[in-house]
T-cell receptor
């Protein structure tokens, strides 16, 4: 039982490049989330999903897209990376809404030059 | 303005000492409050969760308190250990939606 896993762990991009971050969970959770964490700030919700095939915008969705084709996977895409997207990205999952999140994935550190 | 404010931003204590971290919030109407521990390079892990009717919750050497009237919470760590070195994040949820507001965290360093 791996819990919540994220790939890659670290990535460097040039401005304008694209990439996809993968989140996987093996707990059969319906809800999945993507957050970003920046220095001196609390985690902020980017997008979330309440079930396979569904996605919704969070607090800071601009510049990101997501897909939930399989229940266990939640993908976060950056179509044209910008330096402002340099951050640490965390994925989480839960049975119901955000209030039941017990732990987050290990994080993906992204540097956009 | 962040709806969840934590203090201090950082704290250094000696191993074996106690410490208390503070969280003030304005999120309303209140649903629950969680404290998470985030080790360096890892994702946050839940320590405690409290609803409106609870004013204290313990998890080993960690004890969280909640005063819903003053909208304040504290996390008390007893007999600190080197492994307690981490960031501690206060997260408050509202009732009428599943919105969660994260504090910026307190960075705790426990020195031998």
């Amino acid at each position: 039982n791996a819990g919540v896993t994220q790939t890659p762990k670290f990535r460097v991009l040039k401005t304008g490049q694209s990439m996809t971050l993968l989140c996987a969970q093996d707990m059969n959770h319906e809800y999945m989330y993507w957050y970003r964490q920046d220095p001196g700030m609390g985690l902020r919700l980017i997008h979330y999903s309440v079930g396979e095939g569904t996605t919704a915008k969070g607090e800071v969705p601009d510049g990101y897209n997501v897909s939930r084709l399989k229940k266990q996977n939640f993908l976060l895409g950056l179509e044209s990376a910008a330096p402002s997207q340099t951050s640490v990205y965390f994925c989480a999952s839960s049975y119901t809404d955000q209030r039941t999140i017990r732990y987050f994935g290990p994080g993906t550190r992204l540097l956009v030059l | 303005k962040n709806q969840v404010e934590q203090s201090p931003q950082s704290l250094i204590i000696l191993e074996g000492k106690n410490c208390t971290l503070q969280c003030n919030y304005t999120v309303s109407p209140f649903s629950n409050l969680r404290w998470y521990k985030q080790d360096t390079g890892r994702g946050p892990v839940s320590l405690t969760i409290m609803t409106f009717s609870e004013n204290t919750k313990s998890n080993g050497r960690y004890t969280a308190t909640l005063d819903a009237d003053t909208k304040q919470s504290s996390l008390h760590i007893t007999a600190s250990q080197l492994s307690d070195s981490a960031s501690y994040i206060c997260v408050v949820s509202a009732v009428n939606n599943n919105d969660m507001r994260f504090g910026a965290g307190t960075r705790l360093t426990v020195k031998p």
